[in-house]
T-cell receptor, first 112, second 111 residues
Framework: DSGVTQTPKHLITATGQRVTLRCSPRSGDLSVYWYQQSLDQGLQFLIQYYNGEERAKGNILERFSAQQFPDLHSELNLSSLELGDSALYFC???????????FGPGTRLTVT | SQQGEEDPQALSIQEGENATMNCSYKTSINNLQWYRQNSGRGLVHLILIRSNEREKHSGRLRVTLDTSKKSSSLLITASRAADTASYFCATLLDSSYKLIFGSGTRLLVRP
């Protein structure tokens, strides 16, 4: 158990809908990262927050947004969902900087 | 595009044998990390090696880093069936906090 929690575990929704994925980092970690894992794209970095502020951005679509709250939990919002958004979404946390990251169990999103 | 590429894509060995996986990357890094993923589950951090380190050990794992060749290898000694998983290298650039993952090596350890 990495100490990072993600909810929900599974999510099935229809095209055009909006969903919110939630992540709670390990105790003491200030950085939260979001990744998308799909069969065709592999593991892709989406976005990083450090103590509430956006720090780094990867290949995150404009339909996706994230935020980190004062209690350090983070949410990833996915809107106008398309079939191609079906993937595993992972959250990770670290103390920050160049440290190792600890991954949550992931949310499996299926868009039908 | 992927920063790290792993080789081989898949590896099948007998329990007790050693498994070696290689990773190549393109640009200068701050550190390189190896992760394991059991089928469809979360990634588990295995080891981190900094750009000024050449070799690191952790239990049955040995990681080497050659910054002149921009490559790393992960050696798992005396493999066990429980080592069956996908292994990913990931690089952290000096200029960014983005962790860039390779495509992974699928390891099968036959009992």
């Amino acid at each position: 158990d990495s100490g990072v929690t993600q909810t929900p575990k599974h999510l099935i929704t229809a095209t055009g809908q909006r969903v919110t994925l939630r992540c709670s980092p390990r105790s003491g970690d200030l950085s939260v990262y979001w990744y998308q894992q799909s069969l065709d794209q592999g593991l892709q970095f989406l976005i990083q927050y450090y103590n509430g502020e956006e720090r780094a951005k990867g290949n995150i679509l404009e339909r996706f947004s994230a935020q980190q709250f004062p209690d350090l939990h983070s949410e990833l919002n996915l809107s106008s969902l398309e079939l191609g958004d079906s993937a595993l979404y992972f959250c990770a946390s670290s103390v920050g900087g160049f440290a190792e990251q600890y991954f949550g169990p992931g949310t499996r999103l299926t868009v039908t | 595009s992927q920063q790290g590429e792993e080789d081989p894509q898949a590896l099948s060995i007998q329990e007790g044998e050693n498994a070696t996986m290689n990773c190549s990357y393109k640009t200068s890094i701050n550190n390189l990390q190896w992760y394991r993923q059991n089928s469809g589950r979360g990634l588990v951090h295995l080891i981190l090696i900094r750009s000024n380190e050449r070799e690191k050990h952790s239990g049955r794992l040995r990681v080497t880093l050659d910054t002149s060749k921009k490559s790393s290898s992960l050696l798992i000694t005396a493999s066990r069936a429980a080592d069956t998983a996908s292994y990913f290298c990931a690089t952290l650039l000096d200029s960014s906090y983005k962790l860039i993952f390779g495509s992974g090596t699928r390891l099968l350890v036959r009992p």
